[in-house]
């Protein structure tokens, strides 16, 4: 399965790649549509948003650019030099903090906080018309906690 295709990656290189290249292209091609599945969710190939795709192809492009992960190159008195702020991630297909976040967005996953009722095994939890009481097990009278539309305040 890879959400972009070998002639897309080829379209984002600026040189010609040979035989070995083709073969680990294809690889970081799969490689980045199964993070793509992993960080979202697995999308048809032939309905895949536009967006996977672009972000499949800028992973496998960035991989294709740097595939030892080095951070600096020097040849006679030219240096080149790489971002190393992935770490251990440099060197493989990788997706930026951002780029996840636009998979699981484009997933429909939201982060967030959300609030889920929890109670005790066995219990029965207070039906919605107790008015903000809750029981107690010393016998007294029920104890007020207001957390909905009864609240007083």
């Known amino acids: 399965m890879a959400y972009a295709t070998l002639d897309e990656l080829k379209g984002r290189l600026d040189w010609d790649l040979d035989a070995d290249e083709l073969r680990i292209a294809a690889g970081a091609l799969e490689d980045a549509s199964d993070l793509a599945a992993t960080y979202g969710r697995e999308w048809p190939e032939e309905t895949v948003p536009r967006l996977v795709r672009t972000l499949v192809l800028k992973a496998a492009a960035r991989y294709m650019r740097n595939p030892n992960g080095y951070t600096q190159s020097r040849a006679g008195d ?17 997706f930026t903090r951002e780029e996840i976040r636009l998979l ?3 997933a429909g996953r939201k982060r967030g906080i959300s ?7 066995g219990t029965k939890l207070p039906d919605s018309g107790a008015g903000g009481h809750v029981p107690v097990d010393y016998g007294g009278d029920t104890f007020p906690l207001f957390g909905d539309a009864v609240s007083p305040w």
């Open 115 to 121: 609030s889920v009722v929890v109670s005790a095994w």
């Open 78 to 94: 030219e240096t080149l030099a790489w971002s190393d702020a992935h770490g251990r991630d440099a060197g493989s297909v990788y």
């Open 104 to 106: 699981e967005e484009l």
